[in-house]
């Protein structure tokens, strides 16, 4: 297999060896040039732009070995571009730049590898074997201790540091004991330097309790402890060169047995960030783990907003009530007149002239029975096209004659032409009336893109 490397850190070396004696070959370079120039024996390997990487058709696999924020970029564009990726996790990487990989990887179904190399030591992988079948019977504890020598001018742990060491043992923890849901952190000998020693617990239901610790030591140390009901195992950190290349060997073959997923780099960085609260709140917090995808995404962003839109649109509709109290155009009494009946509208007058319409008659009789049982006013909607002054006052006079044969007592002085109405401000209210709820109604439409949108395949391709 043609692969390219990306990035400049050391911890790509033992992998780009072990590909080599494999019978891989690296074709291309990109980001790597004081890796390159440090390692004579990768001086053959072509430099190019990350760029170049993404239309190169003898590029088939990358191996990702950095943290830098070009790198980063440049990892996203090359799973988009269906590359799969090899990738060793740094602390730089974060939450955000995981998840974005993660919703890449399920839309485009490319290959993406964490290296954690853990998981192809022969010990490890041997035990690990044991535990599933229960040979020891239940785990009751897991523990890593992990010994780092000094390396600054402070003897104290600092918190980069101590990440940094977490990675590859967070995901042992969770590849021997299960998915865990409860992270609680831990510093003992605090100073403004550092601490002298991390702890970092994980939990859940029905799993082992697993422990994780790291302290300052003269030379490097790592150690794994399994409590189990026939007695407790420990493994010492010893280097073993098989792990690059069966490592190597699991991202070249698929369904390779014990081979990470990409989400169990992305758990990794959830355990990281719940650590980071737990300092902060000191406390133990609880992850939510779910599977992630652009339709779960679009989901919780649109359930986001549709709250806020329901307040808006409540929010706006008590805004347009109040202002429509406190600002109509005609007085109260007109307001009134027509909630019970009693207003006569221009329509229900022959156009420019003084005779009601059928229906408008047949309105006014009853309007006039109930003048007479009731001490209320009628009330003519002046006309507007153009407002005429002559033409209201025979109207209005036509309609006071007619409920005076009707029995009607005082009808002149009960008969009343309303306001005149502002059409501008009338023109103005029924925009607005529309627009209280147009945010809701765009907000729905929209929800049907949720039908359309096709779910995630659950297929590797």
């Given amino acids: 297999m043609n692969f390219a490397l990306l990035g400049d850190d050391a911890a790509a070396v033992p992998l780009i060896q072990a590909a080599l004696a494999a019978g891989h070959r690296f074709v291309r370079s990109a980001l790597a040039e004081r890796l390159i120039t440090s390692r004579t024996e990768f001086a053959t390997i072509p430099q190019c732009s990350w760029e170049a990487l993404l239309i190169d058709k003898t590029v088939e696999s990358v191996l990702v070995a950095g943290d830098s924020n070009e790198l980063q970029t440049a990892a996203k564009h090359l799973a988009s571009a269906g590359k799969p990726l090899l990738i060793v996790p740094r602390l730089a990487f974060g939450t955000a730049c995981a998840y974005e990989l993660s919703l890449i990887r399920d839309d485009s179904h490319v290959k993406l590898m964490p290296a954690f190399e853990q998981r192809f030591h022969p010990e490890l992988v041997a035990l690990s074997q044991r535990l599933a079948i229960r040979e020891l019977g239940a785990i009751r504890r897991i523990q890593v201790d992990r010994v780092l020598s000094l390396a600054s001018t402070t003897s104290s742990l600092t918190e980069p540091e101590i990440e940094a060491a977490s990675i590859d043992d967070i995901d042992l923890l969770q590849w021997m004991g299960g998915r865990y849901d409860q992270v609680t952190a831990q510093r003992s000998g605090l100073t403004e330097q550092g601490c002298s020693q991390a702890t970092l617990s994980l939990a859940g239901t029905g799993l082992p309790d697993a ?169 003519l909607e002046p006309s507007s096209d153009p407002p005429n002054s002559e033409l209201d006052q025979r109207r209005r006079a036509k309609i006071v004659e007619r409920l005076t044969n009707l029995g009607v007592e005082a009808a002149d002085h009960r008969t009343s032409l309303a306001a005149t109405r502002s059409t501008g401000w009338d023109t103005l209210m029924r925009i607005l009336r529309l627009a209280w709820i147009a945010p809701l109604v765009v907000f729905l439409v929209l929800q049907g893109l949720i039908l359309v949108a096709k779910p995630t395949s659950s297929k590797k391709p």
């Avoid at 790291?214 to 030379?219: F, L, Q, S, W």
């Avoid at 790592?222 to 792990?243: A, F």
């Avoid at 009494?333 to 207003?343: I, K, Q, S």
Wanted: glycine residues 4%; charged residues 25%; negative net charge.
């Fill in 211 to 379: 422990t994780w610790t790291a302290r300052r030591g003269a030379t490097d140390g790592w150690r794994l402890t399994v409590e189990t009901e026939q007695g407790p195992i420990t493994l010492e950190r010893s280097t073993n060169s098989n792990s690059p290349a069966a490592l190597m060997a699991a991202f070249v073959v698929a369904d390779a047995p014990n081979a990470p997923e990409w989400s169990d780099a992305v758990r990794v960085f959830d355990v990281l960030d719940a650590a980071k609260r737990s300092l902060r709140r000191r406390r133990t917090i609880d992850l939510h783990f779910e599977t992630l995808s652009e339709r779960q995404q679009f989901k919780t962003q649109m359930t986001a907003i549709g709250c806020g839109m329901l307040m808006l649109t409540l929010f706006l509709m008590l805004a347009l009530l109040g202002l429509g109290a406190l600002l109509e155009s005609r007085d109260r009494a007109v307001r009134d007149a027509e909630a019970a009946g009693l207003l006569l509208k221009e329509s229900d007058f022959e156009s420019h002239a003084a005779v009601l319409k059928m229906a408008a008659e047949a309105r006014l009789d009853q309007m006039a029975e109930r003048l007479k049982e009731e001490p209320k006013s009628v009330y």
